[in-house]
């Protein structure tokens, strides 16, 4: 029902900044909450950050200051704002998707983006 692609990963050094992006193929405002998660080599998958469709945020406790999570409803976009970002940061970063019902949640994930931060 949802599709999401990522892009706006790549390489930088230490200090550096990126934006990621993730791209719904149907309108957001239809989305109950999406996120943006990351799985660096060796650990599990954690949540970065993530925003509700009344605009509630919540990020990992790592991230916080750092990192800005936002929305575009007219581009069908939620984006990853990254500030100084550290070698710790280098994982895939997932974009995330729950649409809720009153039997079932439904979850939709991005196919991911590779972040590496690297002197």
């Known amino acids: 029902q949802v599709q999401l692609v990522e892009s706006g990963g790549g390489l930088v050094q230490p200090g550096g900044s990126l934006r990621l992006s993730c791209a719904a193929s149907?309108?957001?405002?239809?989305?109950?909450?999406m996120g943006w998660y990351r799985q660096a080599p060796g650990k599990q998958r954690e949540l970065v950050a993530a925003?509700?469709?009344?605009?509630?945020?919540n990020y990992a406790d790592s991230v916080k200051g750092r990192f800005t999570i936002s929305r575009d409803n007219a581009k069908n976009t939620v984006y990853l704002q990254m500030n100084a970002l550290q070698p710790e940061d280098t994982a895939v970063y997932y974009c995330?998707?729950?649409?809720?019902?009153?039997?079932?949640?439904?979850?939709?994930w991005g196919q991911g983006t590779q972040v590496t931060v690297s002197s």
């Open positions: 149907k309108t957001i405002f239809s989305i109950n909450a």
């Open positions: 925003i509700t469709s009344g605009g509630t945020t």
């Open positions: 995330h998707a729950r649409i809720t019902t009153p039997t079932k949640d439904w979850d939709y």
